[in-house]
């Protein structure tokens, strides 16, 4: 619990002592590996911290494949912004790549600190907007950049995944194939 007091009080810029008194509105889950916190169709009710272990965020077409929008590793927050504040159903699944243990903050967690500290909710604002800022660029990429662009941008994200996860996952996270993402990889390493 200390290592997420942490990182929210220095992610929404307020003392130690405000996310102290809230943390008895905090739930601690172990999920195992394959352990789902969300369904597609389920409305989600809560956000994810990552205290330890690793979660991905993915949606499965029409055809079965899957396509993985968001991976979270430890001191990340995963949530489906859509479903948990317009209450909608989820188009996505948030699984469990390996045990994990996430701290579950339910949208009344964030006001109970608002009420105690009500600057945070500017600073809400900006890491809603950077989180926004951050999606625009990863549609892009999607849209325009070359794999190669999109493995190094990955690596640049997420320093410490690659060999927690199948390569099949980085395949699906970059749009490309994994035969794509091998050839990409070859590519480089001849680079260097």
Not at 76 to 103: F, G, K, Q
Not at 105 to 112: G, K, T
Not at 143 to 159: H, I, M, Q
Request: aromatic share 10%; hydrophobic share 40%; proline share 5%.
């Amino acid at each position: 619990m200390e290592n997420f007091q942490l990182q929210i009080s220095a992610l929404l810029d307020i003392p130690m002592s405000t996310v102290e008194y809230c943390s008895e509105k905090i739930k601690v889950k172990k999920v195992p590996k394959g352990g789902v916190l969300l369904r597609e169709g389920e409305v989600c009710k809560d956000t994810f911290f990552v205290n330890s272990g690793l979660l991905r965020m993915y949606s499965i077409d029409k055809n079965g494949k899957e396509h993985i929008l968001h991976f979270a590793p430890e001191n990340w927050i995963l949530v489906d912004r859509s479903s948990l504040y317009l209450n909608h159903p989820s188009d996505y699944y948030i699984d469990a790549i390996e045990e994990t243990e996430v701290l579950i903050l339910s949208p009344e967690y964030f006001d109970f600190i608002g009420e105690k500290q009500p600057s945070i909710f500017s600073r809400q604002n900006v890491l809603l907007h950077n989180h926004i800022s951050s999606l625009q660029k990863r549609i892009n990429q999607l849209l325009g950049a070359t794999a190669e662009e999109r493995y190094l941008d990955f690596l640049k994200t997420y320093p410490s995944i690659f060999e927690r996860v199948p390569q099949w996952m980085v395949a699906s996270y970059l749009g490309i194939t994994p035969e794509s993402l091998s050839r990409v990889r070859k590519e480089l390493v001849k680079k260097k």
